[in-house]
């Protein structure tokens, strides 16, 4: 019969030697099933003056479910951007780690935005970029990679405070193409 003691020190070792999988299950993700555009809202430049023209749209391949962002990124009259986000509810990933995204595109640089509690102007966000290419891919994105918009804004970012993930062709006169086929936190 083991005592107390040995029974306390076998639980807190067996705590060591069962490594944990919750840094590697995903926070929330998304799959773009059941009604994405509930979800989802599409927000290019011309809500402040840019004349950046696209559309999404979401699409069935070989029963994989994905949005695909298409347009012209213009930088003429201001603007500079076109933008597919969700709003992410408080405390839903508290604990994340970084962002991950299964992605095929045209070969261009894309970015991720974050938004947060602290954002509270609209040119506000952290910002992180990556390349698609024309094979399905995952992009994993620590959250130290996110670059602030602003020295006003806190030097990195606290998962408590996120409230909205951006997939955005930015920053250049250029075609966008790009689908994701899931998103999420880790």
């Known amino acids: 019969m083991k005592t107390i003691r040995q029974h306390i020190m076998a639980t807190c070792l067996s705590l060591f030697l069962i490594p944990s999988t919750n840094a590697l299950e995903p926070l929330m993700i998304d799959r773009f099933e059941s009604d994405p ?14 004349v950046s023209q696209g559309r999404v749209a979401f699409k069935e391949d070989q029963g994989e ?6 347009g012209q990124v213009s930088t003429e009259n201001n603007g500079g951007f076109i933008q597919l986000r969700k709003a992410i509810p408080k405390k839903t990933i508290d604990t994340a780690t970084g962002a ?4 095929r595109g045209n070969g261009q640089q894309y970015f991720l935005h974050l938004r947060t509690s602290g954002t509270l102007l609209p040119w506000q966000y952290y910002q992180a970029s990556f390349t698609t290419t024309d094979q399905w891919q995952i992009v994993k ?22 409230r909205s993930i951006g997939i955005v062709a930015f920053g250049r006169d250029h075609s966008a193409d790009i689908q994701v086929a899931e998103i999420g936190f880790y």
Do not use: C, E
């Open 141 to 162: 994105v620590p959250l130290t990679a996110f670059v602030r918009s602003g020295n006003w804004l806190s030097k990195v970012v606290n998962p408590k405070s996120i």
């Open 100 to 103: 991950y995204l299964k992605v």
């Open 65 to 70: 479910q994905y949005a695909h962002i298409t």
């Open 37 to 50: 555009q509930i979800r989802w809202s599409y927000v290019s430049d011309q809500v402040m003056g840019g």
